[in-house]
């Protein structure tokens, strides 16, 4: 199993800051921060800063971003 989150991968992603279903979403742009929403845009990204929840991403099929506490990986 890979160990970096890339642009591009599949996860499930729970909407209303993780208080609805896991769907399956396409990762369009992934960037680290320091806790707030925006920071630094990347390609990819371990996926231990994952949990560490300095990850936001944005999704293409819903045109809609996300917290890591939001994500999971999708195997």
Same mark, same amino acid.
């Given at each position: 199993? %890979? *160990?970096?989150?890339?642009?591009?991968? #599949?996860?499930?992603? %729970? $909407?209303?800051? $993780?208080?609805?279903?896991?769907?399956?979403?396409t990762?369009?742009?992934?960037?680290?921060t *320091? $806790?707030?929403?925006?920071?630094? +845009?990347?390609?990819?990204?371990?996926?231990? #800063?994952?949990?560490?929840? *300095?990850?936001?991403?944005?999704f293409?099929?819903?045109?809609?971003?996300?917290?890591?506490? +939001?994500? #999971? %990986?999708?195997?």
């Amino acid at each position: 199993m %890979r *160990n970096t989150l890339k642009i591009g991968d #599949k996860v499930w992603w %729970r $909407g209303g800051f $993780g208080s609805e279903p896991a769907k399956l979403a396409t990762v369009e742009e992934i960037e680290i921060t *320091n $806790g707030y929403k925006y920071g630094d +845009q990347v390609d990819e990204v371990s996926w231990s #800063k994952v949990y560490d929840r *300095n990850v936001v991403v944005c999704f293409a099929e819903y045109n809609n971003w996300a917290y890591a506490s +939001q994500i #999971k %990986r999708y195997e």
